[in-house]
């Protein structure tokens, strides 16, 4: 994209660049995209396009990795995902070794580790699976950062990858070929001097105030979860968290494991990520306060599949919720519960997804679930694992189990709940809406 026709003009500060970034990427006409920043600089800056197109923002964690001598010089860059990406020309300009640079390496990884767990804490990247990406930071100099983002979120599967830019040297694109669709940049200077000397306030950006954006972009994406209460009789009412993206693809209804509850962070982090990618959620405690203090109820799986059916009642009596297709997902004794309540002859359940389930607890009732269900369960859970192999051949409808390498019962390690977020969502996107039209099929015959 062509330059400004004064490119000498510097910006008020990074919230100014996002707005009129924001009038330029929007007459790209992208098709659902997702906005990732470059922390912290470029948050306020992608804060305000993600507000323009009305797109979902996120965050993509990569650290410059400087020379030893000069940690100022960039030689290279570290992405969140591990994958480090070296300027070999400045290296050997220098005569840096690699071994020279472990030190540097560890460091970085240390502080994207923190970085991590401040800005995001238990919530987990949003999809960019088949999507256009924007990908924005506040200004562009040798692009080893921004061209370590690009090929992270490739390999995470994104469609297309557009670079924008507030500023960047002139005749960088060219230099930077291969690694994005497109790149868009203001404003091009013959003398760059550096991202900051184009902003008249090029202040920090400080790690609150990433949080701060970021958890403004997901509530006005994802909306505030209102507190339901559904009664099940005898006097008792069931709690739960709703949260309704805007035009959604389906409904998710989560069934907790024993001793959890809809404040779980593992299942909230995996219904952000569902709420990411359209589908509403209600996180939902199966018992009362009262119920949860016997341990013969977290157990009770005839009971908790009761529970699940007089929510999934309530759901499609919902104003909000119907029409809406309607998914479980189970976390272990959970997942049975809901495997008993989708053979339920009155069931409609469209598909079922279980992470570290015990389907064995479901056991008569298998071969009459005919929703499709994947079974979710971590390499190293040998014995839950064996379970499920066993479950997945009894069960009357589709199944699939997906072993996550090197994940326990609880999937706490690096990167594993984010796979089952990624898994649940691939699966509800495809088995919802195949469900949605056999019953179309069914009702026309």
């Known amino acids: ?69 000069n940690p100022e010089l960039a030689v290279g860059a570290i992405s969140e995902d591990g994958q480090v990406i070296l300027d ?13 640079l472990g030190g540097t390496i560890a460091r970085e990884r240390l502080e994207l580790e923190r970085r991590r767990s401040s800005y995001r804490g238990e919530a987990l990247p949003i999809e960019v699976r088949g999507r256009n990406v924007l990908l924005i930071d506040d200004g562009l100099a040798t692009g080893s950062t921004a061209v370590s983002a690009a090929r992270a979120l490739r390999g995470r599967g ?11 040297p002139q005749g960088v694109e060219r230099a930077l070929t291969g690694e994005f669709d497109e790149i868009v940049c203001l404003r091009k200077p013959r003398q760059f001097g550096g991202v900051g000397r184009w902003y008249r306030d090029f202040s920090p950006t400080s790690d609150s105030e990433v949080v701060e954006l970021l958890g403004a972009g ?28 805007a035009d959604p693809r389906g409904l998710v209804i989560f069934a907790h494991g024993s001793g959890s509850s809809r404040h779980s962070p593992r299942n909230r982090a995996v219904a952000e990520a569902l709420n990411s990618a359209g ?12 119920e949860e203090g016997e341990r013969g ?43 008993t309540a989708a053979a339920a002859p009155e069931s409609r359940i469209g598909a079922v997804v279980s992470r570290g389930g015990r389907p064995d607890l479901a ?37 699939e189990v997906i072993v996550v390498p090197g994940a326990g019962h609880l999937f706490e390690e690096s990167g594993a709940l984010a796979r089952v977020a990624d898994l649940a969502a691939n699966w509800f996107s495809s088995e919802l809406a195949a469900s949605v039209g056999d019953a179309a099929s069914t009702g026309a015959q």
């Open 218 to 245: 997901r509530a006005e994406m994802h909306g505030t979860a209102a507190a339901v209460s559904i009664g099940a009789g005898a006097g008792i009412s069931l709690q739960g968290d709703l949260r309704v993206p």
């Open 363 to 399: 056991a008569d009732a298998l071969p009459r679930v005919s929703a499709a269900t994947l079974l979710i369960v971590g390499g190293n859970d040998r014995e839950v694992r064996g379970l499920n192999e066993l479950a997945a051949e009894r069960l009357g409808g589709r199944s």
């Open 1 to 69: 994209m062509q330059p400004q026709e004064d490119a000498s003009t510097p910006f008020g500060d990074r919230r100014e660049a996002g707005r009129e970034l924001a009038e330029v990427v929007a007459q790209l006409d992208l098709e659902e995209p997702v906005v990732v920043a470059l922390p912290r600089g470029g948050v306020p800056v992608a804060f305000e396009v993600a507000q323009e197109l009305g797109a979902p923002l996120d965050i993509l964690l990569v650290r410059k990795l400087g020379a030893p001598q």
């Open 279 to 290: 589908f509403a959620t209600l996180l939902l405690d199966l018992l009362s306060k009262e």
């Open 297 to 339: 109820h977290v157990f009770d799986v005839a009971l908790l599949a009761r529970r699940l059916l007089i929510a999934t009642e309530w759901a499609y009596g919902e104003k909000r919720l119907r029409g809406l297709p309607i998914g479980y997902f189970g976390a272990s004794t959970g997942a049975a519960a809901a495997l």
């Open 88 to 100: 070999g020309d400045t290296i050997a300009s220098l005569g840096i070794s690699r071994d020279q």
């Open 158 to 168: 994104a469609a297309r990858i557009v670079a924008a830019f507030p500023v960047c």
